[in-house]
């Protein structure tokens, strides 16, 4: 009888022994993600194809041959065999996105589509993609709203919309792409402001919202941008001032905010952004001087500042900008004269001050600029003789100097040039 016992015993502890063993080896295992079986993602874009119009499902057809479609054209897959990357650009497919249920690509990576003629809303369902990191629909035909749940996507890198017909506001839930690089909304017919939550972008290097119905001010938190690099916001209805908080970014290479309804001065601030090469503030409706910080930007090599109402002198600090290629300060209120420190600008190939009020002679020092193709002060009142430098302009293709009041003989220097 004891024997018995302790025979019960002993097979007790040794089945107690094993549960335990057993409980400890699966922790120590790698944990496994559940995943959808291979073939629901080949069924879903078999689905998909089927939505499409027939050119469509005819060429998707020849590119998707073989038994795995990890071998299809467009299609990349991991290891596992799960799919990663859909590259499907510039195929010209025709339909819409509804019938692509992204439930079933949970290890998605890339959903790169551009330049294709889908069309439709952007499904909502792209919220259960959460691992995207790009996202390109650009140059399609897509409509409706960019749905809030695009904003799910906390590991997107890139996100590109532009060149559909979008129609709504930007959703303030942006803010929430912490990761987000690029964003490419030109293009559109996207209205309202720009959401203040795009100033939490802290990885952002490229804002590019222009060719829209945007309207409101430039948030002033756009200053917090420190990565930011290029900045487009042209080709809206943006109005205010532009703010301060742009002597903030300091990464920024180029600006751009032509044509829109932009108002007071060009702050003293824009001459903090060292790294610029262009700034383009052209046709808005900005008043006051041309700041004389901007001669600190020694990289700048296209500056735009036409058609507003801009007044005061032309800064000399402008013939600090030695890498200037263009400049375009027509249609404005400029007084004075140009100033000699023009000719240190020797690389400037195109230089626009018509339609001014300047006056005084046309320095000499125009002469120097020897890589000058387009030479165009008309409009102003001018006066004195035209300089017989300007003969030394033999790249020269343009000259405009009516509307003057220059006096005197043509050199026969400037007769010689090639125009």
Not at 148 to 159: A, M, P, Q, R, Y
Not at 169 to 191: A, C, K, M, Q, T
């Amino acid at each position: 009888m004891a024997s018995s016992f302790i025979q019960f015993r002993f097979l007790f502890f040794l089945m107690l022994l094993l549960v335990l063993s057993s409980h400890v080896f699966a922790s120590l295992l790698p944990r496994v993600e559940p995943t959808l079986p291979r073939g629901q993602e080949a069924e879903t874009l078999l689905k998909w194809k089927a939505s499409l119009d027939n050119n469509s499902k005819t060429l998707l057809s020849s590119l998707w041959v073989g038994g795995s479609h990890c071998n299809w054209t467009g299609i990349t897959c991991d290891y596992d065999g799960s799919i990663t990357n859909l590259n499907l650009g510039n195929y010209g497919l025709r339909g819409t996105l509804h019938s692509l249920d992204f439930l079933s690509f949970p290890h998605l990576m890339m959903l790169d589509l551009p330049n294709n003629s889908l069309y439709g809303g952007i499904p909502s369902h792209i919220g259960n993609l959460s691992k995207l990191t790009f996202l390109d629909l650009s140059y399609n035909n897509f409509s409706g709203n960019i749905p809030s749940e695009i904003c799910l996507l906390t590991n997107l890198k890139k996100i590109s919309l532009g060149r559909n017909k979008i129609s709504c506001s930007i959703p303030p839930e942006i803010g929430r792409l912490s990761s987000v690089s690029e964003i490419h909304f030109f293009d559109n017919y996207l209205s309202g402001s720009i959401p203040e939550e795009v100033g939490s972008l802290s990885n952002l290097t490229v804002l590019n919202l222009s060719g829209n119905n945007l309207s409101g001010s430039i948030p002033y938190n756009i200053g917090r941008l420190g990565s930011l690099s290029l900045l487009y916001l042209h080709l809206n209805g943006l109005s205010g001032p532009i703010p301060v908080s742009i002597g903030s970014l300091h990464n920024l290479t180029q600006v751009i905010l032509l044509d829109n309804c932009l108002n007071g001065s060009i702050p003293e601030e824009v001459g903090m952004i060292r790294l610029v090469n262009m700034i383009d503030f052209s046709d808005n409706y900005l008043t006051g001087p041309i700041p004389k910080s901007i001669g600190n930007l020694s990289n700048l090599v296209w500056l735009y500042l036409y058609d507003n109402s801009l007044s005061g002198s032309i800064p000399s600090e402008i013939g600090q900008l030695s890498f200037l290629s263009d400049l375009q300060l027509l249609s404005n209120s400029l007084t004075d004269v140009i100033p000699a420190s023009i000719g240190n600008l020797t690389n400037l190939s195109r230089l626009k001050l018509y339609k001014n009020k300047l006056f005084g002679s046309i320095p000499q020092e125009v002469g120097r600029l020897q890589h000058l193709k387009v030479l165009q002060l008309f409009d102003n009142n001018f006066s004195g003789s035209i300089p017989a430098s300007i003969g030394n302009l033999t790249n020269l293709s343009t000259l405009d100097l009516y509307q003057n009041k220059l006096s005197g003989s043509i050199p026969q220097e400037v007769g010689r040039l090639q125009i």
